[in-house]
């Protein structure tokens, strides 16, 4: 069975410092991860996306992902927070006979410093 | 384009009240999709629906039921509710394909007390 573990529920850093979000996967295919950003009130949008291409993945609003399927791991970076970034980001796992069907993270909120 | 829309964005239900929540979809997309957000658990899947005429269980099915109306238009229903159901619920839809995102609605605040 899929599963996915974001390491956190909770990171607070200072504006313009390295963003560091961890998720790792459990799959016994080759997944496709996302990473989706939710803020308050307000529905998910998808960040970006690994669907086995190139193992570093550029997304929206600086943030990138790196695959390691060595470590099972997909963790999302920004090198400088902006104050805008505070939100709750979800990693998410599906495959290729799983259709659409998401298998989320339990979510990380992100605090944002000035 | 509106994307997935749902309705109502608020609701306040006694236990045992029934209730519909709406969700359509303008973007054409075969598959559709009914999550609930709990705090610390992320989202989990309830139903969902492959291709028009199709319904399936997802992860935490009991206490739902859906309809798949049309091509555009996916609706849950709790027939009795219970305070273990409030929660937050998104609709979501994907075109065909492996690899594409899900586009989700702005979800439905559902408080049963």
């Known amino acids: 069975a899929q599963s996915v573990t974001q390491l956190g529920s909770h990171v607070s850093v200072s504006e313009g410092a390295l963003v560091l979000l961890r998720c790792n996967y459990s799959s016994s295919v080759p997944p496709y991860l996302f990473w989706y950003v939710q803020y308050p009130n307000q529905g998910l949008q998808l960040l970006l996306k690994y669907t086995s291409a190139a193992t570093l993945v550029k997304g929206i609003n600086g943030f990138e992902a790196e695959f390691k399927k060595s470590e099972t791991s997909f963790h999302l970076t920004k090198p400088s927070a902006h104050m805008s970034d505070a939100a709750e980001y979800f990693c998410a796992v599906s495959n290729y006979n799983q259709g659409g069907k998401l298998i989320f993270g339990q979510g990380t909120e992100l605090s944002v410093k000035p | 384009n509106a994307g997935v829309t749902q309705t109502p964005k608020f609701q306040v239900l006694k236990t045992g009240q029934s209730m519909t929540l709406q969700c359509a979809q303008d973007m054409n997309h075969n598959s559709m999709y009914w999550y609930r957000q709990d705090p610390g658990m992320g989202l989990r899947l309830i139903y969902y629906s492959a291709s028009e005429g199709t319904t399936d269980k997802g992860e935490v099915p009991n206490g739902y039921n859906v309809s798949r109306l049309n091509k555009r238009e996916f609706s849950l229903r709790l027939e009795s509710a219970a305070p273990s159901q409030t929660s937050v619920y998104f609709c979501?839809?994907?075109?065909?394909?492996?690899?594409?995102?899900?586009?989700f609605g702005q979800g439905t605040r559902l408080t049963v007390v």
């Open positions: 979501a839809s994907t075109p065909v394909g492996r690899s594409t995102e899900a586009f």
